[in-house]
């Protein structure tokens, strides 16, 4: 699992690459830049990172408003962009609570790629990789596949992330343009970025494991966390394509 962008310590010191922030009752927004010139002290991917950070106690309640924060923020990164063929990829593992944000999302998203008569309609197509366990095959090689022979403008990956402060665990949604290496525990899988297939790409998680001495925790509550934060993104994506 990828680490949430919120765990490096310098991030909360240093309000250097802080570029904007607002402030809600019950969450709030914030902007963070990684450039050439701090990618190496953060130890982060040079590019652009947003953090919606919400009490878990308000979560139903502000669903509405973080879903319209997110779409502002996926304007903003598909801003001067026609994206007519976007491919949605749920990465994880279905079978496991804790890591299945991404086939629970991609399960509320509408699929129009197989149609042929709406002409007006961005052709949408939704793909599970799975994990390598269940296929035999990485999740970097099927995605390549389907990039192949699909063509996509531009992809959004969806995976549950890892965080190792207890704070941030149920309480964020990122959202970033640097990619993702899909099953990164598998050796041989590559990292999914812009530069990788020539097309924009688009990561959002939400931190749903503790990590904690080489150990991995969850919290009772975190099907309930995976179902709202699932709907959040979804009908994020649905309004936004749709």
């Given at each position: 699992?990828?680490?949430?962008?919120?765990?490096?310590?310098?991030?909360?010191?240093?309000?250097?690459?802080?570029?904007?922030?607002?402030?809600?009752?019950?969450?709030?927004?914030?902007?963070?830049?990684?450039?050439?010139?701090?990618?190496?002290?953060?130890?982060?991917?040079?590019?652009?990172?947003?953090?919606?950070?919400?009490?878990?106690?308000?979560?139903?309640?502000?669903?509405?408003?973080?879903?319209?924060?997110?779409?502002?923020?996926?304007?903003?990164?598909?801003?001067?962009?026609?994206?007519?063929?976007?491919?949605?990829?749920?990465?994880?593992?279905?079978?496991?609570?804790?890591?299945?944000?991404g086939v629970n999302t991609?399960?509320?998203?509408?699929?129009?790629?197989?149609?042929?008569?709406?002409?007006?309609?961005?052709?949408?197509?939704?793909?599970?990789?799975?994990?390598?366990?269940?296929?035999?095959?990485?999740?970097?090689?099927?995605?390549?596949?389907?990039?192949?022979?699909?063509?996509?403008?531009?992809?959004?990956?969806?995976?549950?992330?890892?965080?190792?402060?207890?704070?941030?665990?149920?309480?964020?949604?990122?959202?970033?343009?640097?990619?993702?290496?899909?099953?990164?525990?598998?050796?041989?899988?590559?990292?999914?970025?812009?530069?990788?297939?020539?097309?924009?790409?688009?990561?959002?998680?939400?931190?749903?494991?503790?990590?904690?001495?080489?150990?991995?925790?969850?919290?009772?509550?975190?099907?309930?966390?995976?179902?709202?934060?699932?709907?959040?993104?979804?009908?994020?994506?649905?309004?936004?394509?749709?």
């Amino acid at each position: 699992m990828k680490r949430l962008f919120m765990d490096s310590s310098k991030v909360i010191k240093d309000n250097l690459y802080k570029i904007d922030e607002v402030n809600y009752a019950g969450y709030r927004v914030t902007h963070f830049k990684v450039d050439h010139s701090n990618e190496k002290k953060l130890k982060r991917i040079k590019g652009d990172y947003f953090a919606i950070n919400f009490e878990y106690e308000k979560l139903y309640e502000k669903e509405k408003n973080i879903k319209k924060e997110l779409i502002k923020i996926l304007k903003l990164f598909f801003k001067g962009q026609k994206i007519t063929k976007p491919l949605i990829i749920g990465l994880g593992n279905s079978s496991v609570i804790c890591d299945s944000l991404g086939v629970n999302t991609t399960n509320k998203v509408m699929a129009t790629n197989h149609f042929t008569d709406f002409l007006n309609l961005p052709k949408v197509a939704l793909f599970n990789p799975e994990v390598t366990e269940k296929t035999g095959i990485s999740s970097f090689s099927l995605i390549e596949m389907v990039v192949k022979k699909l063509k996509p403008s531009v992809i959004i990956m969806i995976d549950a992330l890892a965080t190792n402060i207890d704070e941030n665990l149920n309480n964020y949604i990122e959202i970033n343009n640097t990619g993702i290496i899909p099953g990164s525990a598998i050796k041989d899988n590559k990292k999914i970025d812009s530069k990788t297939f020539n097309i924009p790409v688009i990561a959002i998680g939400v931190p749903l494991v503790l990590e904690r001495d080489h150990n991995l925790y969850t919290t009772p509550n975190v099907k309930e966390v995976v179902e709202i934060c699932s709907r959040i993104i979804s009908e994020a994506l649905n309004d936004l394509f749709f």
